[in-house]
């Protein structure tokens, strides 16, 4: 227990205050995202991830989401085991034909209103698989879609701009914080 | 495949089974596991299995290719690190063997995986129910023979399948518990059907299929670089293996040479991919048994890990970094030095984090005694990687059947018996220290010179047979060019295929809250054994 501690009170906080690596910089993107959930969901959005057939490459990114880097958790995200209990469902495809049916059933059982969001180039587009005996291709060939999130596999960085983008698309356009101005929420205390 | 012939007593296969002369026209130019090609008729095909198996070869797979009029099967057998490669030649009007399962239960899926791709049938199969296929295609299709069109025959909308027919447990108190294809967490699609009494399972049974995206048939007609797009999506978390293997196969294929900068670079990526993954597989296993201290730490390590991956290489998960004929990008001026001193923190914090997983009793109680798989059970499956090496089998490729660069290196490979989630968990601690020790091997060993070579177009029908030990275990991936030098067959064989079997029979008696955490131990890749 004392190792613990110990390694717990050395590391500290590394959820990103500032921009990583490459990419949309999380600084500025958290405390908006934290924003539109607060208002448009009152403080919680709920995602149901379904994987209708992908390499697992994009899971491994999603995973990555609720790393102590991303710690999406702390703008209000949290993903839950049923889309009943679900505001958004990430969908991440292509959508196998062994699939189709789970995913159509996944998504009428999720409450109104609710969104959908086809993750990585194979969800938006089929990608590298396409369509085939084996493969319905796109997610949106199967269920409405309300936006895409690229990348092969999209970064976890990009995961946050894509769900910002789809909750709400004109805080994405608010320029970056003039340097003088207030800085934008500081995250440190979490 | 090139590799001089031995005296037939010295094959280790019986007199039946034909040795195929080696083409010489082409001299050995790179070090590959040995593997020697034979021929036997379909008659002997079960009878061969079961000499085989006494004589103590692995069953390492089976693939199929319609080469009208007949449907060629090969068969890969390993012994002491050198392959026998079977084929036997059925006429397609025609099509039935014996099958293996008998000797090797580890062919029972893969025959039926054969079964529902090309309609062969296994005639005294133990097991004749469908494997890969549900409802996306009829059972008179068979999607991987050449007639039948890449686009299928689909339905508007695939239903459900809802009539498989599982093995039913009745009795008193015997429930069932259905699970998936849509799991709880973030993780692939499949079912599992438990029997229970209680708490306690009484039996899984696993119902795969459903990532099945016909990798194989779209395969077919690709030029390299479309191929080796594909092979590294065959399992995400494989990116590196599956492209290097199938890389390893065209280049055979084509006799062409790769630049040992080129060589090395990809072991250095393939020794990155297993260190990324044993470390958040680690990470879930300590979260799957509500150990957030273990799942932070470990996600946290992991994290930076891909990220030199992105600054240094350009993708996090190093997709698409392995290109025929070489690799696509190179060390940056500063990588090596930047490399080394990840490895020293990394080091650093592993051997700080190792004692706090030890030591914390609560968590050890969790994991030691749970999931067993006796190595017995192991060696009849013919299990590979960390969940064989936790069982007691002494086997790793880059040991024992060594392809370049690891000819060049030392490799320790870690063994334990106890087969349960504390010893697999032990067995990925140890191979990331090792895979860090060859990561700055690789580096003093990496020569200058060019990271690719032209792409020089293969003889029609040339083929070859790509070996990689993954971070999962052995892998390899077969690769024929047709006439006009594009793809006429693909088929990669990861780990999980084999390994995926184990997970019934380790959790059998544990408990249904255990099963998350001895899934998470084993971690088969569904989209690698569905493709």
């Known amino acids: 227990m004392f190792r613990q501690l110990t390694r717990i009170c050395r590391v500290g906080i590394v959820s990103e205050p500032t921009p990583c690596g490459r990419g949309p910089a999380l600084d500025l993107l958290g405390p908006r995202l934290e924003d539109a959930v607060s208002r448009i969901f009152h403080g919680s959005l709920a995602i149901r991830q379904v994987d209708a057939g992908s390499c697992n490459g994009c899971e491994l990114e999603i995973q990555a989401l609720s790393n102590p880097y991303y710690a999406i958790e702390r703008y209000g995200i949290h993903f839950v085991a049923s889309p009943r209990h679900a505001d958004l469902l990430l969908v991440t495809g292509p ?69 910002l983008e789809l909750i709400d698309p004109a805080l994405l356009q608010v320029p970056a914080p003039d340097p003088d101005s207030d800085p934008p929420a500081s995250r440190e205390g979490l | 495949m090139n590799d001089p012939m031995p005296a037939e007593s010295g094959s280790g296969l019986p007199l039946y089974v034909q040795p195929v002369p080696p083409d010489s026209g082409r001299p050995e130019r790179s070090s590959r596991p040995l593997v020697r090609q034979f021929v036997v008729a379909p008659e002997n095909w079960a009878r061969l299995a079961g000499d085989a198996a006494r004589a103590s070869w692995r069953w390492s797979g089976i693939w199929a290719e319609d080469r009208s009029p007949v449907l060629e099967l090969s068969l890969l057998l390993e012994r002491a690190g050198q392959y026998s490669w079977v084929r036997t030649r059925i006429p397609l009007d025609a099509l039935r063997l014996p099958s293996q399962t008998s000797a090797y239960p ?26 890969i296929r549900h409802q996306g295609w009829s059972g008179e299709d068979f999607p991987l023979r050449r007639m039948y069109p890449t686009a299928g025959r689909p339905e508007r909308s695939t239903p459900p399948d809802a009539d498989y027919p599982f093995v039913l447990a009745q009795g008193s108190g015997v429930c069932e518990i259905p699970v998936g294809p849509i799991h709880a967490g973030i ?197 590979l990687g960390y969940v064989a090496r ?84 052995e892998l390899w991936a077969y690769v024929r060019f047709g006439t006009d030098g594009l793809i006429a067959r693909y088929h990669p064989r990861d780990p999980s295929v084999l390994n995926w079997s184990a997970l019934e029979h380790l959790i059998t008696g544990a408990i249904v809250p255990d099963f998350p955490v001895c899934n998470k131990s084993v971690n088969g890749s569904y989209a690698g054994h569905d493709l």
């Not at chain 2, 899926?109 to 529902?116: A, K, N």
């Not at chain 2, 690719?452 to 971070?471: N, R, T, Y």
């Open chain 1, 95 to 163: 959508v196998s034909r062994h699939m189709q049916t789970a995913l159509r059933l996944a998504y009428e059982a999720m409450p109104e209103p609710k969104r959908v969001l086809a993750v990585g180039h194979c969800g938006a587009d089929g990608g590298e698989f396409g369509v085939s005996y084996a493969s319905c291709g796109a997610v949106h060939r199967v269920i409405p879609v309300d936006g895409v999130i690229r990348g092969c596999p999209p970064s976890p960085a990009v995961l946050v701009q894509g769900i």
């Open chain 2, 106 to 131: 580890a062919a029972d899926r893969m025959e039926r995986r054969i079964h529902d791709l090309f309609g062969l049938v296994f005639s005294d199969h133990p097991d004749p129910r469908r494997w």
């Open chain 2, 187 to 383: 993780i692939e699609p499949g079912h599992f059907r438990f029997q229970v009494v209680g708490e306690t399972i009484l039996r899984l049974e696993e119902r795969l299929g459903y990532a099945h995206k016909g990798i194989e048939k779209i395969a077919e007609g690709r030029d390299p670089q479309g191929l080796v797009r594909l092979a590294g999506r065959v399992s995400g978390d494989s990116t590196v293996s599956h492209a290097w293997a199938a890389c390893q196969a065209m280049e055979q294929a084509a006799g062409l040479p790769v630049p040992g900068r080129a060589q090395v670079l990809r072991a250095l990526f393939a020794e990155r991919e297993r260190i990324a993954n044993h470390l958040g597989d680690i990470g879930a296993i300590c979260g799957d048994v509500g150990f957030a201290f273990g799942q932070s730490q470990f996600g946290r390590l992991r994290e930076v890990f891909l990220r030199l991956n992105d600054e240094l290489f350009g993708h996090r998960l190093l997709m698409d970094v392995i290109t025929p004929g070489g690799v696509r990008c190179d060390l940056p001026a500063d990588g090596a030095s930047r490399l080394l001193e990840e490895r020293a923190r990394l080091r650093h914090e592993l051997a700080t984090l190792r004692p706090a997983l030890a030591d914390n009793t609560s968590l050890q109680d969790r994991w030691c005694g749970t999931g067993i798989l006796p190595g017995e059970v192991a060696r009849t499956l013919g299990v």
């Open chain 2, 390 to 473: 936790a069982s007691g089998v002494d086997h790793d490729l880059r040991r024992d059947a060594p392809y370049v660069p690891y000819d060049l290196l030392e490799i320790r490979v870690p063994v334990a018996d106890a087969g349960d989630v504390a010893a697999r968990v032990r067995i990925r601690q140890d191979e990331i220290d090792i895979s860090l020790g060859l990561m700055a091997d690789l580096l003093d060993i990496l020569p200058d010179g060019p990271c690719q070579s032209a792409w020089l177009a293969p003889q029609p029908g040339a083929e070859g047979l790509g070996f990689v030990e993954s971070w999962r275990g």
